[in-house]
């Protein structure tokens, strides 16, 4: 049975990778059909000038008519595909599986399909369980071969309209590209939508935090511990969610990385782009490439078993109590981490300045350190800041780092030698496991998120206002 649902499971997306390479092979073969067509019309290819349009106009013309109409129906099948199955599933089940309540159906229909696709299900397996899954893979695999029919012969018959609709005053150019323009706006549209859609559901449930807690409580409280009890006669049935340790621990590693993080990267930068051979910019640039591109679990690694007990020792051996997981651990390993942000982002915006500032600078008598504090740097500044502005969000929404480096203590405390935590720490915190969006432990999660968004995203408003706003436009 196992084996018949994988099989069953690569079967599926075996057919659907094979239609969708067939429909493309139908696309390419309407446009030669439709370029072809388009130059008989007109008596061959030496009487083009007679056509409206290029003759690869016509060819696309008759490839969208063949290709689109059957997409948006596979996209609108893959859509709806999934409830119609589901539901004839459940309109076979036996009569006392159709009369559980909403969640325990639910928690069938997934363990069905879980039997279905061959992974592990949370129930013992029995027969009616078994044909389920059964009916399942077979609703299933029927559907897909009425896509398979529906959607080739959507795509013969659009092309075939298209096709007897050329002629030689047919506007294939204006059509062609009012389609390509609409495309063009629809995958435009769907990174506003995404960010549009990821703060709503932030923010409705963000909401219901707030009537649960008072707004005033999350920002200005000073505890934060969101565990709650079971029932209401517990001891610590309502935790406490004020959010200011968060936001303290926060900035303090933030402030720790860009301490490191600034200086280094700016004084890479400069030294890159003014003072180094072209062969010393060529290994030193791929270098900081790659330490750009190692995950950030491994730099949590890093700090957990190398940086955190050299700070312990550090400190302890100047009279200093240092917690394993400090706030400089992090701070020092996340600095480290961004150096490649500031330096890329600095050092673009001081060769953005134009050389002729340069040439003139030194050709007055100045030094080259003059020249750079002068000049380069004054004229660079806005870049330079905002790049600093960016490489703040960036650290303010590290996780992993502080995870490992940190700890999760919401201590409230400007000591960088003490644990601290998070915000994006204390999110993952509440939102391993399965969870009940209905406590306001699981729904802080979601207030946290849109404090980060909002923080995050005032920063990078403050840093394009800054650019535009000091830039100098240059000839």
Known sequence: MWVAAFRSQNKNSMQSTTLILLLGFMAIAAFYFGRGRSLALVGGPGR????????????????????????????????????????????????????????????????????????????????????????FNG?????????????????????????????PDLRARNRVESVVRWLLIAASSIAILTTVGIVLSVLFEAIRFFQKVPLTEFLFGLN???????????????????????????????????????????????????????RVRAIAKPLLEVLAGIPTVVYGFFAALTVAPWVRQAGESVGLQVASESAMAAG?????????????????????????????????GSTRSETMTKVILPAALPGIVGGILLAVSRAIGETMIVVMAAGLAANLTANPFEAVTTVTVQIVTLLVGDQEFDSAKTLAAFALGLMLFVVTLVLNVIGLGVVRKYREQYE
């Open 48 to 135: 083009s000038s007679a056509l409206h349009s290029l003759p690869g106009y016509y060819g696309y013309y008759v490839a969208i008519w063949a290709a689109l109409p059957a997409l948006a129906l596979l996209l609108l099948w893959v859509l709806i595909e999934p409830r119609i199955v589901v539901a004839l599933v459940i309109s076979d089940l036996p009569q006392s599986y159709q009369e559980l309540s909403p969640g325990e159906l639910n928690l069938l229909v997934n363990n069905i399909q879980n039997l279905a696709a061959g992974d592990v299900v949370s129930v013992d397996v029995d027969t009616v369980l078994q044909n389920a899954a059964a009916m």
């Open 139 to 167: 609703y299933v695999e029927k559907s897909r071969q009425m896509l398979a029919v529906l959607a080739v012969g959507l795509a013969g018959l659009g092309g075939a309209i298209a096709w007897q609709r050329i002629n």
């Open 224 to 278: 934060w511990s969101p565990q709650t009890a079971i029932r209401a006669d517990q001891v610590g049935s309502s935790g406490s969610f004020g959010a200011v340790p968060l936001l303290t621990g926060t900035l303090l590693i933030t402030a720790i990385a860009m301490v490191v993080a600034v200086p280094v990267g700016l004084m890479t930068a400069i030294y890159l782009a003014e003072y180094s051979s072209n």
């Open 332 to 364: 020092l390993v996340m600095g480290i981490m961004i150096i490649p942000l500031v330096s890329s982002l600095s050092d673009d915006a001081i060769n953005a300045v134009p050389s002729a500032m340069r040439d003139g600078a030194l050709g007055l």
